[in-house]
């Protein structure tokens, strides 16, 4: 499982790989994947601390994602330097390669809510005829016919409630 590393320890890793430690003794040591630590240290040699802060935050096109994709399939650019280059992880790129060899699309996925229907039909504000309006207070009355009823029978439960405590009913 992937384990995400914070700032200090990338740095704390790099210093030692400066220092002159081997590459693979601190990746197994931590556990760590080669790639990976190789990435961080080229990202350090060009951008300095904030390389190992992280990646921008930058959706790329479709057009771009995929001008991106064509250097590696049909130039062959390895994946270290289309990273450095265009300031990226190298899980994000392999992504991006996994889905054009699978024919899907690179477009972006929209977020957030779908916009509402404009086809849709409009809800009724009133009833067209004399009978729809009939009809609605009809039942407007029996849904408050049905509320009555159900306070009357819990005042009288309560009044039966304070009788058998010995209670005096109260005049509420």
Known sequence: MYRRHTFEERLLIISRLICGESLEAICREGKLDKKMVRQ??????KYGDEGLRGTRSYHYSA????SIVMEVEEKGIPLQEICLRYDLNRTTIQEW?????AGKTLENRKRGRPP???MA???????QTELEKLQAENLRLRAENALLKK???LVEE???RALLNGQ?????
């Open 151 to 153: 306070v009357k029978a």
């Open 116 to 118: 509402k229907d404009s």
């Open 121 to 127: 039909r409009p809800k009724k504000k009133e009833p």
């Open 40 to 45: 961080w240290l080229l990202r350090y040699e």
């Open 158 to 160: 309560q009044k039966a």
């Open 97 to 101: 390669l996994r889905k054009y060899r």
């Open 168 to 172: 005096k009913p109260s005049t509420n």
């Open 63 to 66: 057009v771009e994602k995929l």
